[in-house]
Nanobody
């Protein structure tokens, strides 16, 4: 079993940056693909980014491509989401998730979820 805990959210002005972290506990963290999702108020949860077990291949939603960077440090059991050039429409609760398999853009494919961290971007 894997437990996930996000951190790093907060309030930032448009154009600013934040780095989210997701710390995992569990001996087999490196066996899991990791994903970041977000859910804005009144909207469905959506895929933001994903990274393979080895970290070699990454995926992004079109809305964040070129602005967000996902990475992972398997020695630290942590996955990161560097968010630059933030926009008000990036405001949401951000969740990390893991699955024992390849990266998927479908939230239903993920086995474990963190509690989420709020990101608010002011205009």
């Amino acid at each position: 079993q894997l437990q996930l805990a996000e951190s790093g959210g907060g309030l930032v002005q448009a154009g600013g940056s934040l780095r989210l972290s997701c710390a995992a506990s569990g001996r087999t963290y490196s066996s899991y693909a990791m994903g970041w999702f977000r859910q804005a108020q009144g909207k469905e949860r959506e895929f933001v980014s994903g990274i393979r077990r080895s970290g070699g291949i990454v995926y992004y939603a079109d809305s964040v491509k070129g602005r967000f960077t996902i990475s992972r440090d398997n020695a630290k059991n942590t996955v990161y989401l560097q968010m630059n050039s933030l926009k008000p429409e990036d405001t949401a609760v951000y969740y990390c998730a893991s699955r024992f398999g390849p990266v998927s853009r479908a939230m239903g494919d993920y086995d474990y979820w963190g509690q989420g961290t709020q990101v608010t971007v002011s205009s």
